[in-house]
């Protein structure tokens, strides 16, 4: 799973002459399916391009770099969506992404932007199936599924033969047939209960160990509402939603069917969390809005949040502003859609203070 500690660690070790390359080598694309597959044909012109506009300092670190690149090349065998390439003259990180990758490349300071918004767009999700019997802990992660973890339910019916075959005597009356199997139904519902519990205890164990914000529940929907109100409040909060995904479904299809849920609450968040930082900004609390409040801030090192829509037209500001957060262990959100848009009317960056300055005098 790539984190952003791993993207502080690809920027202590890369400088001002790494190439950044983001490839969409997905096999299922008909275009890669070609003698020469697309991505190859562009990645050669991107090379061309950024080979013409190299500054004469520039040469002797690309010579390297170009030699690493083909010595890669020569080996590599797609066995993933996407791939994120970065190199220079003394290091090279390769990261195959589960995901289609929009094509992008830079030569100069690394090019992360595009590696935070995989990161960032596609949380890790547990994905919980249940039902009366069985429950398969699904984790989720940037477009792909594998399942972590199953349980499942083992009747125990030991003493149920004897208890049942020599008739109870209740205030001196024998019980009746009836009563042998509603006694046997209420055993059977204890042990479903005592499940559950321990389903939910497992999923909150989950999420804990492996950081997990947010869960999607499938299977049966009564089973999965019963798991979920055994669930602490705090976890009951990280449910998302609950689809009628059944429990013996594939990865790819349970993937299939959660996605849409997860990138609309995606969208959600962010057009709240914009909402929450401009109204903060305008109120004169905690928030910065537009551009010179905003990079003002980030110079003095108050921003903990910083927004910035996905596609920021600002080529300089797209590679720099991820680097300076992530190197200040602040936190980068790149909004999409309606929350963009709001975000560009008020100036186009907003952020979350750690304090205010007030005004002199």
């Known amino acids: 799973m790539i984190s952003i500690a791993h993207v502080q660690d690809l920027l202590e070790r890369t400088d001002d002459y790494t190439l950044s390359l983001y490839l969409n080598v997905n096999p299922g694309y008909l275009e890669n399916q070609s003698r020469t597959p697309a991505w190859r044909i562009q990645l ?25 690149l083909d010595q890669f090349l020569e080996g590599y065998t797609v066995g993933s969506k996407g791939l994120a390439i970065f190199i220079n003259p003394e290091y ?8 289609p990758i929009d094509h ?69 009356k024998t019980m009746t ?9 209420d055993r059977v519902e204890e042990q479903q209960e005592r499940f559950h519990r321990e389903v939910a205890q497992r999923a909150q164990a989950l999420i804990e160990a492996e950081g997990i914000d947010r869960i999607i529940m499938g299977g049966s929907e009564q089973a999965a509402h019963a798991v979920r109100s055994l669930m602490d409040p705090k976890t009951q909060r990280q449910v998302i939603g609950i689809l009628p995904i059944p429990v ?80 200040a262990s602040g936190t980068l959100e790149m909004v999409h859609g309606e929350a963009a848009e709001r975000l560009e009317r008020e100036g186009g960056l907003a952020a979350r203070l750690y304090y205010v300055v007030q005004p002199a005098g």
């Open 44 to 68: 050669k012109n991107a090379l061309s391009a950024l080979e013409a506009d190299l500054k004469p300092t520039a040469k002797a670190a690309w010579e390297h770099i170009r030699i690493r």
């Open 104 to 172: 992008q490349y830079a030569f100069g300071k690394p090019l992360v932007a595009p590696l935070l918004w995989a990161i960032d767009e596609y949380e890790r999700y547990l994905i919980l199936l249940v039902d009366q019997e069985k429950a398969h802990f699904v984790t989720a992660y940037m477009g792909s599924a594998s399942v972590n973890d199953s349980m499942s339910l083992e009747l125990d019916t030991e003493d149920w033969r004897e208890r049942t075959q020599v008739p109870a005597r209740i205030g001196g």
């Open 177 to 185: 047939q009836g009563s042998h199997i509603e006694n046997v139904i």
């Open 248 to 327: 013996r479904a594939a990865p790819h299809e349970i993937l299939a069917q959660a996605l849409p849920t997860a990138l609309e609450y995606e969208r959600e968040f962010e057009a709240k969390l914009v909402d929450q930082v401009i109204d903060m900004a305008k109120s004169g609390g905690r928030g910065a809005l537009g551009r010179k409040d905003v990079l003002k801030a980030v110079d003095e090192g108050r921003v903990e949040l910083l927004i910035v829509p996905y596609a920021l037209d600002d080529a300089d500001l797209r590679t720099e502003l991820p680097i300076r957060m992530v190197q």
């Open 92 to 99: 090279e990180r390769v990261y195959e992404l589960p995901l």
